[in-house]
């Protein structure tokens, strides 16, 4: 699938649910209102156009939310593309808060999955219950437990937020290091309405990792996952860090990715509002695989070159959608 600049379209990030089990400040207001069931895509639909993607070339999933383990018999789900990797896909990911995966971590390597992204901002349990307005630190880490000792290869995700968790740095890296994960901060986005002013805590990762570099041997590294991050090599610690910076434009010549939401619109781009509904085209259409097909085709052809991201106090978010529905 090439889109009208010439990017080849081969990783699809999959929004499971609206969902989550905790409230993280920077992406829910205390008092969310999630979507109704029935606009949700069904287990069945997920398999359905998780499969024309990969028919279509996408060889890279990466199962999102909301929190994707809080949806009722996900691993069906999961079972399915495990089916498919080697038969299309390459590699089926997942990106969670951790806070299910002592149930589910040897779950999720029967099927395939080698990989996850946990998101963790702070190692402090009160700071930790604060951040997720309720969360237990001890589950968290204890599911993370559980995904070492199933195997799986885990990269820490870490929302950088000034005067939050900017001195806790260092103590990240350290233990990430220990830990053998790799780790990657990641700027606020001004997507979804919260409770809160995100600008109060948005930090530039330009600060952290020229910080980062006063006491820690940082080296550029070559590692390109086709995604917004640049990665440095960590000498005292042996893994990578990560940088996401959304803000900035750098990654857009190289998108590779389209995201479809819980309720079946695809969004060819993180940062813009042009979607197309293939929960429509599937419910009008059922079992109808060209139909289906063409819609994908046609939205591709639609990618547009980069995103219009704005932080700024005066404006509402500059995308109304909350990560959460569109997946992160
Ligand atoms: N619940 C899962 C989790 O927390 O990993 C998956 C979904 S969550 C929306 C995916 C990632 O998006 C998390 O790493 C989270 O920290 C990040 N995120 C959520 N809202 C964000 C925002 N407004 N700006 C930047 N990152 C955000
Ligand atoms: Fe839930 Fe993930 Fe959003 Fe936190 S970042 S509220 S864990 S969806």
Redesign the pocket.
Known sequence: MLDPFGRQVSYLRVSVTDR?????V???AEEMTFLPKKDLLSLEELEQVCSAFIDSGVDKIRIT???PLVRKNVMQLFQALGRRIGNGLREVTLTT?GTQLARYASELVDCGVRRINV?LDTLDAEKFRRI?RWGDLDKVLGGLGAAKAAGLKVKINTVALRGVNDMEIDDLVRWCGENGFDLTFIETMPMGAIDAIREDTFLPLSEVRADLSRRWTLTDSDHATGGPATYVDVAETGQRIGFITPLSHNFCESCNRVRLTCTGQLYMCLGQEDNADLRRVMRDHPGDANALNDAIAEAIGRKPKGHDFIIDRRNEPAVPRH??VTG?
């Open positions: 989550c089990d905790l409230r993280c920077y992406c829910m939310g909301g929190e808060n998101s997720s990560m959460s992160g």
